[in-house]
């Protein structure tokens, strides 16, 4: 018989992956940054083309502002925290499903230990 069970997935940081995500953060920071202004032109010209009340799109134009400002704090607190990651620390990177084989008289708590893929600059170093 075949079951799934999950299995998690553990990323050793390393200079090279300390970059790639101090990169991708600040990527992601700057993406957001431009949907704010890109959200500011867009309230200005509904504001200038429309009747409607100004005061309401004024709002739902500060709650989607405010939700991006929101990830922009947690991106930056995340660089803040990748500063002070040790070299050689584990983090999580997910999870994958492996399918496994069992059978009759296997010993079902060697099957459910905790197992766990480790990747080292892209490439699994371990399997546990």
């Not at 309230?43 to 989607?64: P, R, T, V, Y």
Request: one cysteine or more; aromatic letters at 8%.
């Amino acid at each position: 018989m075949r079951i799934i069970k999950k299995i998690p997935v553990k990323k050793v940081v390393t200079e090279q992956s300390k970059e790639q995500l101090r990169e991708e953060y600040q990527f992601k920071i700057f993406k957001l940054e431009q949907e704010c202004e890109q959200l500011k032109f867009e309230q200005k010209k509904l504001e200038q083309q429309s009747d409607a009340n100004k005061a309401e799109i004024a709002a739902k134009f500060k709650k989607e502002m405010s939700n991006r400002h929101d990830h922009i704090k947690w991106y930056k607190y995340k660089l803040e925290q990748l500063e002070i990651l040790p070299i050689g620390s584990e983090l999580n990177d997910g999870e994958v499903e492996a399918v496994l084989e069992i059978e009759e008289g296997m010993r079902w708590d060697d099957i459910t230990n905790q197992k766990s893929i480790i990747v080292k600059d892209g490439i699994i170093t371990k399997i546990t």
